[in-house]
């Protein structure tokens, strides 16, 4: 309790809420921008935070974070445009409604929708995450060896639909991983003599690299010479719905929330996996599916909960065991060890007051975003005016230069830039990035996890059996393995069905 009160003083600090309001500013506007992911641009602005005292830079990151979630949807209703994949679904009924003149309507249902799915999953935070903490303590080295494995697995299973390039992706990452100091002989490992390396491969230029510098070359290129050619008419109606209106899809919303958070705590899940998976329930048990994808709010409602429900999910398993829920908070786990602060259980215990001002601050970003959207939210897609040819080099000049201000060592901007042309052709031909990037950060904790709890049982493999969680922690992985091999075999037989009863003569 005393942890939490000094969490209340530090977010309601003037600098404090200064630091939340740009945050939150920064990140709709970030994500109404197709192309800028709320990864990138929590990416984009952990360099601001080189200075900030650990409260004021978390603050940052997570204001920026569930903000740009929410902002894609801005573009994702008026101009069928989603400024994060997250908003994919958002686009599926939020656009018709604009086609129908009811775009402000559907922009208030997402703003209002996105609150309740966001403040579901604070609540949830808070309320999970310290017990989970405590229960993490008794977590030996096998396993943390083997949830890393789980953490890996279920990444490639999600994120990507062709498994071989989803693990080609996470092999790349865990070669990396292997790079710099060997932790319990001290030899150098694939560092060719260069002490940048000498640590291992810098997690913040790789992180700017694959997610920003890669999205910045994208920009420049002649097919996206520009982000838009011309904007909607995004005047026509109120910028809320009605009270009735809310009623009618207050259902779905907190269903969707549930089905968000539980689907963020999942490491490797992601918010538009969430997003679809309640688009698609929503439409399963409504009175009227042959309307979704023809206009229906409730299709609105039911994405923007889920993908905001899932920010809050997402850092459970980040702040809790050390292990990214998804892009971004791997990301944060670079702004948290900027600071000095190890994510994992300890994080609840020795930087108790930091981890709860994080917290409240997304609880805060969530009702900021909500007032900034149903005031002036329809407004903010003029932004979306901005040429690539202009942006590009703007996201490339700030890369670079918060690349070098981490370290001083133009040896780090080399890194991104290569990361970057790395991530740009893994985009062309469809190699999702996030694997790699877990891979990287989740590679040193499964060696030295594993090695060290070797050497305790001198080599002995019946430590993967010895302890009843273990065992449970395996069965996670077999499972994240073989669910979606099951799934997309049950899928295409249930097509191959659909073919054969079509072509049956009648």
């Not at 109120?238 to 958070?261: A, D, E, F, N």
Request: charged share 10%; net charge positive.
């Amino acid at each position: 309790m005393q942890d939490l009160l000094i969490a209340l003083g530090n977010i309601f600090e003037p600098s404090s809420l200064l630091v939340l309001l740009i945050g939150t500013l920064a990140g709709m506007v970030i994500g109404s921008l197709p192309g800028l992911s709320s990864t990138m641009g929590v990416a984009l602005v952990i360099p601001i935070t080189f200075s900030m005292t650990p409260e004021n830079s978390l603050i940052l990151l997570g204001a920026v974070y569930v903000s740009s979630v929410y902002g894609g949807s801005i573009t994702a209703i008026l101009l069928r445009t989603p400024g994060t994949d997250a908003s994919i679904a958002t686009a599926l009924d939020g656009y018709p409604l604009a086609q129908q003149g009811r775009g402000a309507e559907a922009v208030g249902m997402a703003t209002i929708a996105s609150l309740i799915g966001g403040i579901f999953s604070t609540v949830l935070l808070i309320a999970v995450a310290p017990p989970l903490s405590r229960f993490a303590l008794s977590f030996g080295p096998i396993d943390y060896a083997v949830l890393a494995i789980f953490g890996m697995v279920t990444i490639i299973g999600v994120v990507s639909s062709n498994p071989v390039k989803g693990t080609v992706s996470a092999a790349a990452g865990l070669l990396l991983a292997t790079i710099g100091m060997d932790n319990f002989t001290a030899t150098q490992r694939f560092t060719f003599g260069e002490s940048a390396l000498f640590d291992g491969v810098p997690l913040l230029p790789a992180l700017i690299g694959l997610f920003s510098i890669s999205q910045a070359i994208a920009l420049t290129v002649p097919r996206r010479a520009s982000i838009l050619s011309e904007t909607a008419d995004i005047n026509h109606g109120r910028p809320y719905p009605s009270l009735g209106l809310i009623r009618q899809c207050m259902r779905t919303i907190m269903k969707s929330s549930v089905i968000g958070s539980a689907i963020g705590v999942l490491p490797g899940a992601g918010t538009s996996i969430a997003a679809f998976i309640s688009y698609n329930e929503a439409r399963r048990s409504s009175k009227n599916p042959e309307n979704y994808g023809k206009g229906e709010m409730e299709g609105v409602a039911a994405s923007e909960a889920a993908n905001n429900a899932v920010t809050g999910g997402t850092l459970v398993p980040t702040l809790t065991l050390g292990i990214p829920g998804n892009a971004v908070t791997a990301v944060f786990v670079g702004g948290l060890t900027i600071h000095g602060m190890a994510p994992g259980p300890r994080l609840f215990t020795d930087f108790a007051d930091v981890t709860y001002t994080l917290i409240l601050s997304l609880f805060l970003a969530n009702l900021l975003f909500a007032i900034i959207g149903l005031s002036v939210g329809r407004y903010l897609v003029f932004v979306t005016k901005i040429p690539g040819s202009v942006l590009g080099p703007l996201v490339l000049a700030f890369s670079f230069i918060g690349t070098y201000a981490l370290r001083n060592n133009l040896f780090d901007v080399g890194l991104a830039l290569a990361f970057g042309i790395v991530g740009y052709f893994m985009e062309r031909r469809n190699y999702p990035a996030a694997p790699l990037v877990i891979a990287l950060i989740l590679g040193p904790i499964f060696e030295v996890n594993f090695r060290r709890a070797m050497e305790i049982s001198s080599w002995n493999w019946a430590v993967f059996f010895d302890r009843p969680l273990t065992i449970f922690l395996i069965f996670l992985v077999v499972a994240a393995v073989v669910l979606p091999i099951w799934q997309r075999r049950k899928a295409r037989r249930a097509a191959r069905f659909d073919r054969d009863r079509h072509s049956e003569p009648k």
